[in-house]
């Protein structure tokens, strides 16, 4: 059997799976689509939290942005793993004890103000449809290659499948189909890396691999060395920036950090997760159990870069980087390179023989002749390591289910911020039941069809877009929500200006870095020649965020105090007891 | 409803340990895998030092002892003032 049919079978297998688990659950009771987590253990609902959280960006393109970023990129795996701490001990059991069902609705309350309301509706609209945007970028590659087309082709195959999967519903919504994403997107991630790292160091846990000596000779260098060093080493030699030190700045590091952490405690669709748990103590617990299974994932990622990256380098350097390099002929006609071909269909990876000496070789600078996109190495990885053709139909199927059911969800959020948070309570209370659906069906397409037309000329890699919504949420969600905590103080007034000056400030340097509305060519300046300091857009979310805290400081102690009913509430929100009866208003 | 004196009090409370969290937690990333790193470059670890695995390991599993030990002690927190459900 051909790989084709092999990644169609697979593929088609575990989307069987997902549907008959969907339509098993709804015919239990249709009741249990909004209370999707209540009653579900919060081990159950932490492995679904983690289908919901690991994306495109988490799956497909982090392990990529590692393998050629090394130790500076460090902040993908803490800002997306820190942030739970956050979760667990500023927001979740607080918002779990408030017993609402959308983040706009507690700001709407907690200010007292449909004004904030709206403001909260734009924010989780405007950092939702980025985060969309990344995701296409992913599906768009994932389904390059495994239906053998060029990259566009591929996008707007993806953006019609993933409409249908939103429009479906309840799919989404229900926890079981997402343990069996998560299932299928873990084996997926680790089977391979797994082999890998046997491969490699004869240690068969990745996350150790990673820290252990070689077992084998790659691109010449001989078997035995610490398997960091020989990466060092290799790249080095090769012209490309250091594995190991850091080339980033501190102070950039340091903010992207700061951003990634509290955007992922700001991101609604993260958020409503915990809203749903039975009781205040299952919210604190569930959130650790999300980051059990998200951590399995994100331990191993750094060891799939690293080993993605030498193999790499092998594949292109058999004997050694002072020895000749892979031939043209031996591409196109090995077996074993037929990835390299493959990939090359799909326009992400490309090689030219530039000074015509019969070979490829691959290192930094004007004569390097291999461009590999980073999306790739993850999809990839399994190829170059020439692993058994089901090991490769199955990260295609990871891939899909963490790119689809994270797509998915966000559309979802936003359907229902505008539909829910927008038309129903403000614009025209009386609408139907059937008028909210049909607005939240158009607020999805149009999403979808905004989200493709960027995704086809991406400002980044799947996961730098991603990071920028998330600098989005962490600007402009979170500080609310927190102030709305922790402070009785903060008033109406002031977390509308906070909201609306973090917001805006925050998105003005995203959309002067990577183009207005991120449409190429309109930007001011780049990433590599910031505005200020050394902060790129990517990591600007932490000094929105600081921006919305002082703004909603000074504003809130300019003006009068909240009424006490809402400090009463405050009160309460803080005490667990009394969560179970808050949820059945 | 518990009296109010004793539902500031466990505020009061949870908000120290959430304190004590965030200092481990801000140490731990933050810290040892960014701003510290050059002071622990002496201790080799696989290959390279205890600063890169923090930042690619070592804080990952932090957060999540922080987290499930954050929730035990709320759980007792929640008992003795009698708040827990």
Redesign the interface.
Same mark, same amino acid.
């Given at each position: 059997m051909d790989q084709f049919t092999l990644n169609l079978l697979v593929v088609g297998a575990t989307f069987a799976l997902y549907i008959g688990i969907a339509i098993w659950a709804r015919a239990g009771s249709t009741s249990e689509f909004y209370a999707a987590g209540r009653g579900v253990h919060p081990v159950v609902n932490g492995m679904a939290t983690g289908a919901d959280w690991m994306s495109a960006a988490s799956f497909i393109s982090m392990a990529g942005i590692i393998a050629f970023g090394g130790y500076n990129t460090s902040a993908y795996l803490m800002g997306w793993t820190g942030g739970y701490v956050l979760l667990a001990m500023l927001l979740a059991p607080y918002l779990r004890k408030f017993g609402k069902f959308t983040v706009p609705e507690f700001v709407g309350d907690r200010f007292y103000s449909q004004t904030a309301r709206t403001v909260a509706v734009i924010c989780l609209i405007v950092a939702s449809i980025t985060y969309v945007i990344g995701q296409m970028t992913g599906v768009g590659v994932a389904f390059s290659r495994f239906l053998e087309v060029d990259n566009l082709t591929g996008l707007l195959i993806g953006a019609a499948i993933v409409f249908f999967y939103a429009v479906i519903g309840g799919m989404k919504g229900i926890t079981y189909t997402q343990v069996a994403q998560y299932v299928v997107l873990i084996i997926a991630y680790t089977i391979p890396a797994i082999f890998i790292a046997l491969q490699l160091t004869g240690n068969p846990i990745p996350a150790i691999g990673l820290f252990s000596s070689t077992a084998t000779d790659i691109a010449g260098v001989p078997a035995g060395a610490p398997l960091l060093q020989t990466l060092e080493g290799l790249v080095t030699d090769l012209g490309f920036a250091s594995y190991l030190e850091q080339s980033d700045t501190t102070l950039n590091m340091f903010l992207f950090t700061v951003s990634l952490m509290i955007g992922t405690a700001g991101l609604p669709h993260v958020i409503v997760r915990f809203f749903t748990v039975p009781t205040v103590k299952d919210a604190r617990s569930s959130a650790g159990w999300a980051l059990v299974f998200i951590a399995l994932l994100y331990l191993t990622a750094p060891a799939v870069g690293a080993m993605a990256r030498l193999n790499l380098i092998d594949t292109f350097w058999p004997n050694g980087i002072n020895e000749a390099a892979v031939s043209v002929e031996e591409i196109e006609t090995n077996e074993d390179l037929a990835w390299v071909r493959n990939w090359e269909q799909t326009g992400l990876l490309g090689f030219e023989d530039k000074n015509g000496d019969g070979t490829i070789e691959y290192r930094a600078g004007d004569s390097n002749e291999l461009t590999v996109n980073r999306d790739i190495m993850v999809l990839a990885n399994p190829e170059i390591a020439n692993l058994p053709g089901w090991v490769i139909a199955l990260v295609a199927a990871g891939g899909l289910a963490a790119a689809l059911s994270t797509a998915a969800g966000l559309l979802m959020a936003i359907a229902s911020a505008v539909s829910h948070d927008l038309i129903k309570s403000q614009i025209n209370p009386s609408i139907s039941e059937k008028g909210e659906l049909l607005a939240a069906r158009i607020a999805m397409a149009v999403a979808i069809v905004v989200a493709t037309y960027l995704g086809a000329n991406p400002p980044g890699f799947a996961a730098q877009t991603v990071a920028l919504a998330f600098g989005l949420a962490a600007s402009s969600i979170f500080p609310a929500l927190m102030m709305g905590i922790f402070s009785k103080r903060i008033n109406n007034k002031g977390a509308v200006a906070g909201m609306l000056a973090g917001l805006g400030v925050t998105l003005l340097y995203i959309f002067l870095h990577k183009g207005w509305f991120f449409i190429a060519g309109t930007n001011s300046f780049t990433d590599a020649d910031p505005l200020l300091l050394s902060i790129k857009s990517t990591s600007f979310g932490a000094v929105g965020a600081l921006i919305n805290f002082i703004v909603a400081f000074v504003v809130s102690n300019a003006t009068d105090e909240p009424p006490a009913e809402i400090q009463d509430l405050v009160e309460s929100i803080r005490i667990p007891r009394g969560a179970g009866a808050a949820v059945d208003h | 409803m @518990?009296n109010q004196s004793d539902?500031n009090a466990?505020?009061a409370a949870?908000k120290r340990i +959430?304190g004590i969290? %965030?200092v481990i937690?801000f140490i731990c990333?933050?810290g040892f895998? +960014?701003?510290l790193?050059p002071l622990l470059a002496s201790i080799n /670890?696989? *290959?390279?030092?205890l600063g $890169?695995?923090f @930042?690619?390991?070592g804080? +990952? %599993?932090v $957060? %999540?002892v %922080?987290? $499930?030990a954050? @929730?035990a002690k709320?759980?007792k927190l929640?008992k003795e003032h *009698? /708040?827990?459900?």
């Amino acid at each position: 059997m051909d790989q084709f049919t092999l990644n169609l079978l697979v593929v088609g297998a575990t989307f069987a799976l997902y549907i008959g688990i969907a339509i098993w659950a709804r015919a239990g009771s249709t009741s249990e689509f909004y209370a999707a987590g209540r009653g579900v253990h919060p081990v159950v609902n932490g492995m679904a939290t983690g289908a919901d959280w690991m994306s495109a960006a988490s799956f497909i393109s982090m392990a990529g942005i590692i393998a050629f970023g090394g130790y500076n990129t460090s902040a993908y795996l803490m800002g997306w793993t820190g942030g739970y701490v956050l979760l667990a001990m500023l927001l979740a059991p607080y918002l779990r004890k408030f017993g609402k069902f959308t983040v706009p609705e507690f700001v709407g309350d907690r200010f007292y103000s449909q004004t904030a309301r709206t403001v909260a509706v734009i924010c989780l609209i405007v950092a939702s449809i980025t985060y969309v945007i990344g995701q296409m970028t992913g599906v768009g590659v994932a389904f390059s290659r495994f239906l053998e087309v060029d990259n566009l082709t591929g996008l707007l195959i993806g953006a019609a499948i993933v409409f249908f999967y939103a429009v479906i519903g309840g799919m989404k919504g229900i926890t079981y189909t997402q343990v069996a994403q998560y299932v299928v997107l873990i084996i997926a991630y680790t089977i391979p890396a797994i082999f890998i790292a046997l491969q490699l160091t004869g240690n068969p846990i990745p996350a150790i691999g990673l820290f252990s000596s070689t077992a084998t000779d790659i691109a010449g260098v001989p078997a035995g060395a610490p398997l960091l060093q020989t990466l060092e080493g290799l790249v080095t030699d090769l012209g490309f920036a250091s594995y190991l030190e850091q080339s980033d700045t501190t102070l950039n590091m340091f903010l992207f950090t700061v951003s990634l952490m509290i955007g992922t405690a700001g991101l609604p669709h993260v958020i409503v997760r915990f809203f749903t748990v039975p009781t205040v103590k299952d919210a604190r617990s569930s959130a650790g159990w999300a980051l059990v299974f998200i951590a399995l994932l994100y331990l191993t990622a750094p060891a799939v870069g690293a080993m993605a990256r030498l193999n790499l380098i092998d594949t292109f350097w058999p004997n050694g980087i002072n020895e000749a390099a892979v031939s043209v002929e031996e591409i196109e006609t090995n077996e074993d390179l037929a990835w390299v071909r493959n990939w090359e269909q799909t326009g992400l990876l490309g090689f030219e023989d530039k000074n015509g000496d019969g070979t490829i070789e691959y290192r930094a600078g004007d004569s390097n002749e291999l461009t590999v996109n980073r999306d790739i190495m993850v999809l990839a990885n399994p190829e170059i390591a020439n692993l058994p053709g089901w090991v490769i139909a199955l990260v295609a199927a990871g891939g899909l289910a963490a790119a689809l059911s994270t797509a998915a969800g966000l559309l979802m959020a936003i359907a229902s911020a505008v539909s829910h948070d927008l038309i129903k309570s403000q614009i025209n209370p009386s609408i139907s039941e059937k008028g909210e659906l049909l607005a939240a069906r158009i607020a999805m397409a149009v999403a979808i069809v905004v989200a493709t037309y960027l995704g086809a000329n991406p400002p980044g890699f799947a996961a730098q877009t991603v990071a920028l919504a998330f600098g989005l949420a962490a600007s402009s969600i979170f500080p609310a929500l927190m102030m709305g905590i922790f402070s009785k103080r903060i008033n109406n007034k002031g977390a509308v200006a906070g909201m609306l000056a973090g917001l805006g400030v925050t998105l003005l340097y995203i959309f002067l870095h990577k183009g207005w509305f991120f449409i190429a060519g309109t930007n001011s300046f780049t990433d590599a020649d910031p505005l200020l300091l050394s902060i790129k857009s990517t990591s600007f979310g932490a000094v929105g965020a600081l921006i919305n805290f002082i703004v909603a400081f000074v504003v809130s102690n300019a003006t009068d105090e909240p009424p006490a009913e809402i400090q009463d509430l405050v009160e309460s929100i803080r005490i667990p007891r009394g969560a179970g009866a808050a949820v059945d208003h | 409803m @518990a009296n109010q004196s004793d539902n500031n009090a466990y505020w009061a409370a949870n908000k120290r340990i +959430i304190g004590i969290s %965030l200092v481990i937690w801000f140490i731990c990333s933050f810290g040892f895998g +960014i701003l510290l790193r050059p002071l622990l470059a002496s201790i080799n /670890v696989g *290959g390279t030092d205890l600063g $890169f695995w923090f @930042a690619q390991q070592g804080s +990952i %599993l932090v $957060f %999540l002892v %922080l987290i $499930f030990a954050y @929730a035990a002690k709320m759980n007792k927190l929640d008992k003795e003032h *009698g /708040v827990d459900e």
